[in-house]
T-cell receptor, first 112, second 116 residues
Framework: KNQVEQSPQSLIILEGKNCTLQ??????????LRWYKQDTGRGPVSLTI?????NTKSNGRYTATLDADTKQSSLHITASQLSDSASYIC???????????FGAGTTVTVRA | EPEVTQTPSHQVTQMGQEVILRCVPI?????FYWYRQILGQKVEFLVS????????KSEIFDDQFSVERPDGSNFTLKIRSTKLEDSAMYFC??????????????FGQGTRLTVV
């Protein structure tokens, strides 16, 4: 079954601290993996997109890693800011159809 | 910066009524998508659309749903006879190339549909 599992479900961090979010997937055949940021009541906004040949990609303070062999990805947030409070969603694309499989998201709350 | 726009932002409708959700994708994009997110749940794929026809649809996208690109700019999702369980946030997205190959899909802000 094509699933995307994220952990933790939620976390609270202090402003300025780092955190790492995890994503495990069973989606096959694999095409690409994306991390999206979704503010409450808003549409998802893309942070990074990685294909199977890429194992790390950065976007400012966000760094994503991908291990296609173990089917795991992580999103690292460096020096968190209050504006980082959002849901972070791992999304995996298959190479045989047009569907993207979404994880349930990790809700990050950054406190001053 | 170009963006996907959706209208209305919030729609309340009575059960059994027809509803049309509207989207204006980014102008040079060729692939269009509808997703929905029931409150507290994952985003779910509904349908993709390319070259004036449906490319792929999920099991959610039954005969009650239809999509249309009536002109060169709008992309609509119609629900013929709404049910309570259709209440969700509906997101439109577009991409310039097939999103399969890692091209970024841009999402609109969503339309919150409430069926009463």
């Amino acid at each position: 079954k094509n699933q995307v599992e994220q952990s933790p479900q939620s976390l609270i961090i202090l402003e300025g601290k780092n955190c790492t979010l995890q994503c495990n997937y069973t989606v096959s055949p694999f095409s690409n993996l994306r991390w999206y940021k979704q503010d409450t009541g808003r549409g998802p906004v893309s942070l990074t997109i990685m294909t199977f040949s890429e194992n790390t990609k950065s976007n400012g303070r966000y760094t994503a890693t991908l291990d296609a062999d173990t089917k795991q990805s992580s999103l690292h947030i460096t020096a968190s800011q209050l504006s980082d409070s959002a849901s972070y969603i791992c999304v995996v694309g298959r190479s045989n159809d047009y569907k993207l499989s979404f994880g349930a998201g990790t809700t990050v709350t950054v406190r001053a | 910066e170009p963006e996907v726009t959706q209208t209305p932002s919030h729609q309340v409708t009575q059960m059994g009524q027809e509803v049309i959700l509207r989207c204006v994708p980014i102008s040079n994009h060729l692939y269009f998508y509808w997703y929905r997110q029931i409150l507290g749940q994952k985003v779910e794929f509904l349908v993709s659309f390319y070259n004036n026809e449906i490319s792929e649809k999920s099991e959610i996208f039954d005969d009650q749903f239809s999509v249309e690109r009536p002109d060169g700019s709008n992309f609509t999702l119609k629900i013929r006879s709404t049910k309570l369980e259709d209440s969700a946030m509906y997101f439109c997205a577009s991409s310039d190339l097939d999103s399969l190959w890692g091209t970024e899909a841009f999402f609109g802000q969503g339309t919150r549909l409430t069926v009463v």
